[in-house]
């Protein structure tokens, strides 16, 4: 007779072990503690008469036959999700977690045409910088540098950014130096921006108030607060009505980028549908590329 499969569960705790490497992770994610993780997996070794994981203290590497096993569970249970969809027979909310300011800028304005296409479902929208515990996405769009253990990532356009402010403060400037001599609203950029557009090491003020995002920043500047440094893809249309002015051509682009993640394994055709969409219009050209003055 065939030997019984291990319980399902006891596969999962398996597939979040290896994408995590690490068991504290994996027990956040599958809300559990990390001893029930480790627990659930010295069982499943002992009832396949495998190794499945090497520990050492608290770090954990999947074996060749923990990676190989997990990578299949990974598949199987994105099957299996689709599957259970199917089954269902009616379009769940697909729920889609992204960062403040590219919901806002970018995702939101774009979901009209995205229902307009025949395989459209219904988006179940969440805004936050922090990505969500197992289970409560389908897909996050985040932002960094790529390192995304455990998800399969599709990179969508590079962070990009140059210096925008408003009008009445961007009266008489005729060199990129002069920025220098302005109030300049804090980001981690501006180094790069200046030494990129030319002027080396000037001597930088920046604006006392330190905003969490860029969408807070584009406001101060619209007031006349300071210079941004700020998106001009994302933030093309506050360009185009002459909200802000972007005085110098300079664009600084990458090394991070915005990410769109999955679950591996995933193949809901309702998700892979808005991952395509997603990446299509990423790969559209963007008014918000072009230099306004």
Same mark, same amino acid.
């Given at each position: 007779?065939?030997?019984?499969?291990?319980?399902?569960?006891?596969?999962?705790?398996?597939?979040?072990? $290896?994408?995590? /490497?690490?068991?504290? *992770?994996? @027990?956040?994610? &599958? !809300?559990?503690?990390? =001893? +029930? #993780?480790?627990?659930?997996?010295?069982?499943?070794?002992?009832?396949?008469?495998?190794?499945?994981?090497?520990?050492?203290?608290?770090?954990?590497?999947?074996?060749? $036959?923990?990676? /190989?096993?997990?990578? *299949?569970? @990974?598949?199987? &249970? !994105?099957?299996?999700? =689709? +599957? #259970?969809?199917?089954?269902?027979?009616?379009?769940?909310?697909?729920?889609?977690?992204?960062?403040?300011?590219?919901?806002?800028?970018?995702?939101?304005?774009?979901? $009209?045409?995205?229902?307009?296409?025949?395989?459209?479902?219904?988006?179940?929208?969440?805004?936050? =910088?922090?990505?969500?515990?197992?289970?409560?996405?389908?897909?996050?769009?985040?932002?960094?540098?790529?390192?995304?253990?455990?998800?399969?990532?599709?990179?969508?356009?590079?962070?990009?950014?140059?210096?925008?402010?408003?009008?009445?403060?961007?009266?008489?400037?005729?060199?990129?130096?002069?920025?220098?001599?302005?109030?300049?609203?804090?980001?981690?950029?501006?180094?790069?921006?200046?030494?990129?557009?030319?002027?080396?090491?000037?001597?930088?003020?920046?604006?006392?108030?330190?905003?969490?995002?860029?969408?807070?920043?584009?406001?101060?500047?619209?007031?006349?607060?300071?210079?941004?440094?700020?998106?001009?893809?994302?933030?093309?249309?506050?360009?185009?009505?002459?909200?802000?002015?972007?005085?110098?051509?300079?664009?600084?682009?990458?090394?991070?980028?915005?990410?769109?993640?999955?679950?591996?394994?995933?193949?809901?055709?309702?998700?892979?549908?808005?991952?395509?969409?997603?990446?299509?219009?990423?790969?559209?050209?963007?008014?918000?590329?072009?230099?306004?003055?």
């Amino acid at each position: 007779m065939p030997k019984r499969l291990p319980a399902l569960d006891s596969l999962r705790f398996l597939e979040a072990g $290896a994408r995590h /490497a690490n068991f504290t *992770r994996a @027990a956040d994610e &599958l !809300g559990v503690t990390p =001893a +029930a #993780v480790s627990l659930r997996i010295r069982d499943l070794e002992a009832e396949l008469g495998v190794a499945l994981f090497r520990r050492s203290g608290p770090a954990v590497t999947p074996t060749e $036959a923990g990676a /190989a096993l997990a990578g *299949r569970v @990974a598949k199987a &249970l !994105g099957l299996l999700r =689709a +599957a #259970v969809e199917e089954c269902r027979g009616t379009a769940e909310p697909l729920r889609v977690t992204a960062v403040p300011t590219f919901a806002m800028r970018w995702l939101t304005p774009r979901l $009209a045409a995205y229902h307009a296409s025949p395989d459209a479902v219904p988006i179940r929208l969440d805004v936050s =910088a922090e990505l969500r515990p197992a289970e409560g996405f389908d897909i996050a769009i985040r932002t960094g540098p790529g390192d995304w253990p455990g998800f399969e990532a599709t990179a969508l356009m590079p962070v990009d950014a140059t210096a925008m402010l408003s009008p009445a403060l961007a009266a008489g400037l005729s060199s990129p130096a002069d920025l220098a001599a302005l109030r300049l609203l804090p980001h981690p950029g501006w180094p790069r921006w200046f030494r990129e557009a030319g002027v080396e090491a000037p001597a930088l003020r920046f604006y006392a108030d330190d905003y969490p995002t860029h969408e807070l920043d584009a406001a101060a500047a619209i007031e006349g607060a300071g210079v941004a440094l700020l998106s001009p893809r994302l933030f093309a249309p506050l360009l185009r009505d002459g909200k802000l002015v972007q005085p110098f051509p300079h664009i600084i682009r990458g090394p991070a980028a915005h990410y769109l993640l999955l679950w591996p394994g995933e193949a809901r055709p309702a998700v892979l549908h808005f991952r395509d969409w997603l990446a299509d219009e990423a790969r559209r050209p963007d008014g918000g590329l072009t230099p306004v003055a």
